[in-house]
């Protein structure tokens, strides 16, 4: 026996499935689920025929009891009967038992707007040859309508299990799609980020098998190593499919991106498939933190409420707190919004161990079971959501992440190596969906902004004597990114002509983005060496163009054997401004104050099959 939950199989030991065709009398064999797991046996009213004809008077009854009589909006594109019914069950709050075996050709009309449990089925079985019965108030079963006038029997196959039991079935929440994916994805649901509240958001990907986070305790910002690759690009880091192309170079990590976990809803990690949208330039991964909607805030029978999570804790943790708020407005529009706020100080390290800590100088620093220098910051962020149903197969999503931190930064044996960072990040994205009733249209459109600045002062250096060796410098480093996406998606059912069940899929799209960088770098006067100009020149201010084109081809035979191929083209152009010097003085400085020197490299490109 297989149990589908939320698109998820799984199949339960120690329950033989039926392979041959039964004969039942006034009861059917009918399976329910409670919490994705229990099986029960009840009995089954007979249906002889479509909803509402032949029922007997209890099960007229329960039809148009409890849940089956509400009213609920729907949205449900064209699709498989299989997956459409596990939609149906999500939102309605209705388990759906199926006595036989669902035909795999059948593609459903779209449903899509207001109506009640009952009306809804009735669309989606149109033309089946499959009818419906109830069971109880709250569980419906699917049956063939073929059945002997004679006699109150029902044939049956082997029975289906489709629940509206939770998807997150898996290790760190991890729903059932990513094990049917042939490649390498992880999930991190929000539950599984709620049981272990980290510092900080490098926390979450402790336990993701070749993912790492590069730095240390002291900079909030996440740069994500997938397979040993990581920065310049090589991970595209992104938040709601907007790319955080935030660098900012110097010693160690490149690229940062921030984000509070408090507003995550998933993370999904794609660590093989690069073909489609988020490919472009990309070797190592694909790093989406999609945030907190309407869905993930409201369960499908709500129309307002919320959520709101605080905690404190030892060792410096001082206070974390957020809210969540979400409005069902009407069945074309929803809205939802969350704020948090974090407070930690610095920790104090462990004392069961030597007492040597290597910080990321590789200096050693006597720190045992003291406080950790410059690992304490204050974080705020927020975001707000709109989603706008403009027909019954378009959908607009609008929506914007805001995030804020301070923090320090220090190396060397006595921290005299410091600087002390205000970073600042703006999200804005547009969403548009559209899914006719046609199986050559899936169509998804994405335009995005965000921007992420970092003003930091770096305190002047002193010898020994006091006197300043190495001026103050305030320097500000921000970036822009500007983005467009299309992706489609083309399937043909190829039943009649493969004599199995067959799908060839065409999925297709285009991408490009825009990074403008901005450094401006200032001395404080003091009579020390450096020049404003050299720290830009590391960091310098520039533009990157970046195109991409990908077309991929998807066989699926039987369920059993799927083949995919595809090819993608990208374009890059960089252009930027640096420094340099032709003589330095005796005090280390330039003398001719440093000459800008551009570089231009365009029309780089190249294909990949």
């Known amino acids: 026996m297989d149990f589908v939950g939320a698109g998820a199989v799984l199949s339960l030991p120690g329950v033989k499935s039926v392979r041959r065709k039964k004969q039942f009398s006034s009861t059917a064999i009918v399976a329910t689920a409670l919490s994705g797991c229990l099986l029960a046996m009840v009995p089954a009213p007979v249906l002889a025929g479509p909803s509402g004809d032949g029922m007997t008077a209890t099960a007229v009854e329960l039809a148009q009891s409890a849940d089956l009589g509400r009213t609920y909006y729907f949205d449900i594109p064209a699709e498989k009967l299989a997956s459409a019914l596990v939609k149906y069950s999500q939102i309605s709050g209705i388990d759906v038992v199926v006595d036989g075996t669902l035909p795999a050709s059948h593609v459903i009309a779209a449903v899509k707007g207001e109506m009640t449990a009952t009306g809804a089925l009735d669309l989606m079985l149109a033309g089946s040859e499959l009818s419906w019965q109830p069971l109880d108030g709250k569980t419906v079963s699917i049956v063939a309508a073929r059945t002997d006038p004679s006699s109150s029997n029902v044939t049956t196959a082997p029975i289906t299990i489709i629940s509206r039991a939770s998807d997150n079935i898996g290790h760190e929440g991890n729903p059932d799609w990513v094990y049917e994916t042939p490649g390498s994805v ?14 900080d958001a490098s926390d979450i990907f402790n336990s993701i098998t070749g993912v790492d986070v590069a730095g240390n305790r002291q900079q909030p910002g996440l740069s994500v190593n997938v397979r040993g690759q990581q920065d310049q690009g090589r991970v595209n880091m992104n938040i709601d499919g907007a790319r955080q192309n935030f660098s900012q170079s110097g010693h160690g990590v490149v690229n940062r991106m921030y984000v509070d976990t408090a507003l995550l809803a998933d993370v999904t ?30 369960d499908a029978d709500e129309n307002v409420g919320g959520k709101v999570n605080l905690s404190r804790g030892t060792n410096a943790y001082s206070f974390a707190g957020d809210a969540a708020i979400a409005a069902r407005i009407s069945p074309k529009l929803d809205v939802a919004a969350a704020f948090s706020r974090k407070l930690v100080g610095e920790y104090k390290g462990g004392k069961n161990n030597p007492g040597l800590y290597i910080d990321n100088s590789d200096d050693l620093v006597e720190a045992n079971g003291q406080n950790q220098q410059y690992t304490g910051q204050r974080q705020s962020s927020g975001l707000l959501k709109a989603n706008l149903a403009l027909s019954e197969d378009q959908e607009l999503n609008l929506g914007y992440v805001g995030f804020t931190t301070k923090f320090g930064k220090a190396t060397g044996e006595d921290a005299q190596y410091n600087d002390f960072d205000e970073a600042t990040s703006h999200t804005v994205t547009a969403k548009h969906s559209w899914n006719p009733d046609t199986d050559l249209i899936d169509l998804k459109t994405g335009l995005w902004w965000t921007q992420t600045e970092n003003k930091q002062f770096r305190p002047a250096r002193y010898s020994s004597s006091g006197s300043v060796t190495t001026d103050a410098f305030n320097t500000k480093y921000k970036i822009d990114t500007y983005g467009f996406d299309a992706a489609n998606k083309s399937s043909f059912y190829l039943d009649e002509l493969m004599k199995q069940d067959s799908i060839f899929s065409l999925d297709y799209g285009v991408e490009t983005f825009q990074d403008k960088t901005k450094t401006r770098s200032e001395t404080l006067g003091l009579g020390g060496n450096g020049e404003g100009f050299e720290l830009e020149g590391s960091t310098p201010s520039g533009q990157r163009d970046v195109q991409g084109a990908f077309l991929d081809g998807t066989f699926d035979w039987g369920d059993l054997v799927q083949f995919k191929g595809g090819i993608r083209y990208d374009r890059f152009q960089l252009d930027g401004d640096s420094y340099w010097c032709e003589q330095y003085n005796a005090a280390n400085k330039c003398e001719d104050g440093g000459r800008p020197s551009t570089l231009t490299f365009p029309d780089i490109r190249f294909p990949l099959l």
């Open 186 to 199: 992880s999930v991190i649901s929000q539950e599984s980020m709620r049981k272990t509240p980290g510092r």
């Open 269 to 298: 990690v794609e660590k093989s498939d690069m073909s489609g949208v988020g490919g472009a330039g990309t070797s190592g991964g694909i790093v989406t933190m999609r945030t907190l909607n309407t869905d993930d805030i409201l």
